[in-house]
């Protein structure tokens, strides 16, 4: 397994923007795909977006255009740039990290993630 922390939440209005990171304990980069996922108060765990161990990035519908998921395999270090964020982007965001590789979409499934972080809130107000 693989420690994970989370930063860089916080308060920002409708529009603004903000940069999670999440700093892993080892050299996680070379073969672990990585995640970021979030949860608002009454809600599942949701995808937020994803990046594999050889760079291919996904993006939930919802941040699409809007989010970029993107790592530093020499700083250990997963990214999440939010731009343009909405009220409905109010979360705590978590992110996870997987030794398997992914398949057929399951890169949206919180099960395959081995190491999940403590999580950072995000708060955007209207």
């Known amino acids: 397994q693989v420690n994970l922390a989370e930063s860089g939440g916080g308060l920002v209005q409708t529009g603004g923007s903000l940069r999670l990171s999440c700093a892993a304990s080892?050299?996680?980069?070379?073969?672990?795909?990585m995640a970021w996922f979030r949860q608002a108060p009454g809600k599942e765990r949701e995808f937020v977006a994803a990046i594999s161990y050889i760079g291919n990035t996904y993006h939930a519908d919802s941040v699409k255009g809007r989010f970029t998921i993107s790592r530093d395999n020499f700083q250990n270090t997963l990214y999440l740039q939010m731009n343009k964020l909405k009220p409905e982007d109010t979360a705590v965001y978590y992110c996870?990290?997987?030794?398997?590789?992914?398949?057929?979409?399951?890169?949206?499934?919180?099960?395959?993630?081995?190491?999940w972080g403590q999580g950072t809130q995000v708060t955007v107000s209207s």
């Open positions: 080892r050299r996680s980069g070379a073969s672990d795909s």
């Open positions: 996870a990290s997987t030794a398997r590789a992914y398949s057929n979409g399951s890169y949206v499934r919180p099960q395959i993630y081995d190491s």
